[in-house]
């Protein structure tokens, strides 16, 4: 899976999850009102849909403060 999710063997439901995932990390400015729809579609309630874009925001989030501060990984992080 760390190298294509869409070729892992997981439901379709946290493949429509990751991809709105990616491109929130990836192409934020391009998010669209069916990004969401999508989700929605796939199962997802409101409120779930306001959690997934939370955390992969925070995330986003930490790791550009991380990145930007020039923090090091600890080694055991490292060879994962």
């Given amino acids: 899976m760390k190298g294509d999710f869409h070729r892992a063997d997981i439901p379709k439901q946290d493949i429509d999850m990751l991809e709105f995932a990616q491109k929130l990390t990836g192409d934020p400015c391009n998010m669209k009102k069916r990004d969401v729809a999508k989700l929605r579609d796939s199962g997802?309630?409101?409120?779930?849909?306001?959690d997934i874009a939370q955390i992969v925001s925070y995330y986003n989030y930490v790791n550009r403060l991380a990145c930007g501060l020039g923090v090091e990984l600890e080694d055991d992080w490292k060879n994962e």
Avoid at 44 to 50: G, K, N, T, V
């Fill in 44 to 50: 997802f309630s409101d409120a779930e849909i306001l």
